[in-house]
């Protein structure tokens, strides 16, 4: 009789391809926190002051989105079930990140439509989809 705990191939694929995905992340915040002169060049005036003006406070949410989805993906990788509130706190995160972004700022009209609306979507949903993924993990036995 097999083991109908051990995972299949697939959530070591997601796993896998949610933890770069969460490091990419990592990587975005230290930029935004530490830039270059190159980086900051890539960005038209209105772009930098926006950045420049956001509250420090948003800063902190952005920090514990990515890294909270990066803790929630090792955890997803070692089994354990904490991932489902570690990734809870992450998609929290995103949708205070994305929501103030989209309401109270400009940021889609400065970005436009790709970097203002597309890419906050696909991290929202990608957020969503990590919490819920883990919780099923939780259900079908594959985290301890």
């Given at each position: 009789m097999s083991n109908s705990n051990?995972?299949?191939v697939g959530f070591w694929i997601i796993a896998v391809v949610a933890l770069i995905w969460n490091?990419?992340?990592v990587m975005s915040y230290l930029g935004t926190v530490y830039p270059t002169e190159e980086s900051r060049a890539?960005?038209?005036a209105e772009q930098l002051?926006?950045?420049d003006t956001a509250p420090s406070w948003l800063t902190g949410v952005f920090a514990v989105a990515?890294?909270?989805g990066?803790?929630?993906c090792l955890l997803l990788i070692l089994r354990r079930k904490w991932a489902v509130p570690i990734f809870g706190i992450s998609l929290l995160a995103v949708l205070v990140q994305v929501g103030y972004n989209w309401f109270a700022t400009d940021s889609i009209e400065v970005f436009g439509t790709v970097m203002g609306v597309v890419m906050p979507l696909f991290i929202l949903i990608v957020a969503i989809f990590l919490y819920f993924y883990s919780k099923g993990a939780v259900g079908r036995g594959w985290l301890k």
């Amino acid at each position: 009789m097999s083991n109908s705990n051990k995972p299949n191939v697939g959530f070591w694929i997601i796993a896998v391809v949610a933890l770069i995905w969460n490091i990419m992340g990592v990587m975005s915040y230290l930029g935004t926190v530490y830039p270059t002169e190159e980086s900051r060049a890539a960005y038209t005036a209105e772009q930098l002051a926006l950045m420049d003006t956001a509250p420090s406070w948003l800063t902190g949410v952005f920090a514990v989105a990515v890294f909270s989805g990066a803790l929630g993906c090792l955890l997803l990788i070692l089994r354990r079930k904490w991932a489902v509130p570690i990734f809870g706190i992450s998609l929290l995160a995103v949708l205070v990140q994305v929501g103030y972004n989209w309401f109270a700022t400009d940021s889609i009209e400065v970005f436009g439509t790709v970097m203002g609306v597309v890419m906050p979507l696909f991290i929202l949903i990608v957020a969503i989809f990590l919490y819920f993924y883990s919780k099923g993990a939780v259900g079908r036995g594959w985290l301890k």
